[in-house]
């Protein structure tokens, strides 16, 4: 019986970023938005529908240290709960989001209500937490890995966004404005763990499987999206 050797730690980084081109920064939605297309209406279901993901990260990173027996792993990912909900009240990525759909014109009650936010999103979000509740923590953890890709990504949207939405402004966009130098530091780190801890092929296999389920997550909330505009 013939053995499957692991991927080199060269080969696996490869695989893992050879999935770039799924990530939804290429979906017709965001390029629409990035081109300045976008009318006012959908730009508030994007941020209305957006917010539901943004507000179960916290839930996701919690499920993944509740599955993790490392303790080293644990207090890293610590970090990003406390990141996206703050260490006090009015602080935090949720927080900066809110301020975001605000800024779209959105009132905070309408999307904390969630009353906008289309049945394929809920879905596709859903199953993000569900997966990361029920995989292994080194699967979770890697399906995250779509941050390798978000940080130029997001350089891009702020620029794109202050030159075709005149309403919109920097401090509108402090989610991002925020978050890039993080994304950026995340990236390195957690393909590290997953480097470290997928040593043989099936684990390998599995954590590329992971990262390419999260690009179908993201890609269907677009389409989701996308679909609920156009019934406006």
Excluded at 90 to 106: F, I, K, M, P, Y
Excluded at 163 to 170: C, E, G, M, V
Excluded at 175 to 187: A, H, L, M, P, Q
Aim: proline residues 3%; glycine residues 6%.
């Amino acid at each position: 019986m013939s053995t499957v050797h692991p991927m080199s730690p060269a080969e696996f980084t490869g695989a893992l970023r050879g999935l770039q081109h799924r990530y939804w920064g290429s979906h017709p939605f965001h390029q629409r938005m990035h081109a300045g297309e976008l009318t006012a209406q959908e730009l508030r279901l994007w941020a209305a529908n957006r917010w539901y993901y943004q507000c179960v990260l916290p839930r996701k990173d919690a499920a993944i240290i509740s599955n993790c027996p490392i303790p080293e792993i644990r207090r890293i990912w610590l970090d990003r709960i406390v990141y996206h909900d703050g260490a006090v009240e009015g602080e935090g990525g949720a927080e900066r989001w809110l301020r975001l759909c605000a800024a779209v014109g959105l009132d905070r009650a309408e999307v904390l209500d969630e009353r906008h936010v289309a049945p394929g999103v809920r879905f596709a979000v859903d199953a993000y937490v569900a997966f990361a509740r029920t995989k292994p923590w080194v699967e979770a953890v890697a399906s995250g890995l779509t941050e390798m890709f978000a940080g130029h990504l997001m350089q891009q949207r702020v620029a794109d966004v202050l030159a075709n939405y005149s309403w919109i402004s920097r401090a509108d966009l402090a989610y991002f404005t925020n978050r890039i130098d993080k994304v950026s530091g995340e990236g390195k780190d957690t393909l590290d763990i997953v480097v470290q801890h997928c040593v043989t092929r099936e684990q390998q296999e599995k954590a590329v499987s992971a990262l390419s389920f999260k690009c179908d997550v993201l890609w269907s909330m677009l389409d989701a999206i996308e679909r609920a505009a156009a019934k406006e």
